[in-house]
C-alpha cells in the first residue's frame, strides 16, 4: 500500500513541476530608464528646448542596474529599491546590462524625431524554476521606440521658460524571455518644461505610459497604465554636473518606482562623454537597488 502512495505521489509531482514551470515569464519589459534624446540641460529630463533645423545627437551608452526584479515568499514579483526589506525568495534578475543606440534629428525649427534601440546584452539571475519562475535567457533584442517633440515656446527667443510637447510609441518587438518587451504596444505622451540661467538649468516633466493591455504578472498582480514626471538640475559650460529625479506610480497600484541620479558630462567639439549612477527607491517591477551608465554621443549642429 505505502509503494502505491509513493508512487502517486511522483506521479503528481511529475504532472505539477511542468504546470509550475508553464508561469513562466512575464511579458514584461524590466527597463524603467531612457535617456533625454537631445539633452539639451540634463541627461536625464526634457527642459522644453528643441533645437534649430538640422541639429542631431546621435548615442550609444552601456547601463547597468543591480537587482530589477525579485520573486519575494508571498508570489510576488517586485523590484528592489534601497530600504525594501519584505523576505525574498531570490532574484529573478540581480545583475543586467543594456546597450542602446539613441538618434534625435530636429528636421524643422521646433520640431525633433528621435528613435531608440536597446540590447540587453548580458543579465544573471537565481534558478528559480523550483518556484515557478522560469530563468530568464541571457541576452536578447529589447523594445525599440520612435518618438516626437514639438516645442510649444523657447526661452532662446524670448519667452520666459520654455514648453515642449512629445509623445514616444513602443511595439512589441523586445524578447519575452529576456523579459524585455511588454507583450503589446505602449505609448507614452509627455510635457517639458525648463529655464536656463547664467551658469545652471532647471528642467521637470510630467508623463503617462499608456500599454495596449495590461501586463500580467504573478500573483494576479498587472502592471497597467503608469503616470509620473522628474526634476533636474544641471550645471552649463563645458564640462557639467547634474542632479536629477524621476517617479512613476502604477494605476493598479503595484507599489511605486522611483530614482535618484548624479550625472556628469564633457564635450569637446561634436564629441561628449558622460556618466550617471544613482540609487532606485520603492518596489514597482524593474526598480533597481542601484542604476549606473556611461555613454558617447556626437552632436550635430547647424552650419
Not at 47 to 68: C, D, F, M, Q
Not at 133 to 145: I, L
Not at 156 to 170: F, R
Not at 194 to 223: C, M, N, T, W
Amino acid at each position: 500500500m505505502r509503494l502505491k502512495v509513493a508512487t502517486l505521489l511522483i506521479g503528481l509531482s511529475l504532472f505539477v513541476a511542468p504546470q509550475a514551470l508553464a508561469q513562466g515569464l512575464p511579458s514584461f519589459d524590466l527597463e524603467r530608464f531612457r535617456l533625454d534624446p537631445s539633452a539639451g540641460s540634463s541627461l536625464v529630463i526634457g527642459n522644453g528646448e528643441v533645437g534649430k533645423a538640422g541639429t542631431s545627437r546621435a548615442t550609444l551608452s552601456i547601463g547597468y542596474e543591480h537587482n530589477p526584479l525579485v520573486l519575494l515568499t508571498d508570489g510576488t514579483v517586485r523590484g528592489r529599491g534601497v530600504g525594501q526589506t519584505n523576505d525574498k525568495v531570490g532574484a529573478v534578475v540581480d545583475a543586467r546590462y543594456t546597450a542602446t543606440v539613441g538618434l534625435s534629428v530636429a528636421l524643422f525649427d521646433g520640431f525633433e524625431l528621435f528613435l531608440r534601440a536597446p540590447y540587453v546584452a548580458w543579465q544573471h539571475g537565481d534558478n528559480l524554476v523550483a518556484s515557478g519562475v522560469s530563468k530568464p535567457q541571457n541576452n536578447g533584442a529589447a523594445t525599440p521606440s520612435a518618438g516626437l517633440r514639438l516645442g510649444v515656446v523657447n526661452q532662446a527667443d524670448g519667452a520666459p521658460i520654455s514648453i515642449a510637447v512629445a509623445a514616444e510609441v513602443a511595439p512589441s518587438w523586445g524578447s519575452d524571455q529576456t523579459l524585455a518587451t511588454n507583450g503589446g504596444f505602449s505609448w507614452s505622451p509627455r510635457v517639458e518644461v525648463g529655464r536656463r540661467f547664467a551658469s545652471f538649468a532647471v528642467a521637470a516633466q510630467g508623463f503617462g505610459l499608456f500599454r495596449e493591455a495590461g501586463v500580467p504578472l504573478y500573483k494576479g498582480d498587472i502592471a497597467g497604465n503608469e503616470y509620473g514626471g522628474g526634476v533636474a538640475l544641471s550645471t552649463l559650460g563645458k564640462t557639467r554636473a547634474e542632479v536629477s529625479y524621476r517617479f512613476a506610480v502604477n494605476e493598479n497600484k503595484i507599489s511605486f518606482s522611483g530614482e535618484a541620479l548624479a550625472g556628469v558630462r564633457y564635450g569637446t567639439g561634436p564629441v561628449e562623454i558622460f556618466a550617471l549612477a544613482g540609487p532606485g527607491f520603492g518596489a514597482a517591477p524593474g526598480t533597481p537597488t542601484w542604476r549606473g551608465l556611461v555613454g558617447v554621443a556626437l552632436v550635430g549642429t547647424p552650419k
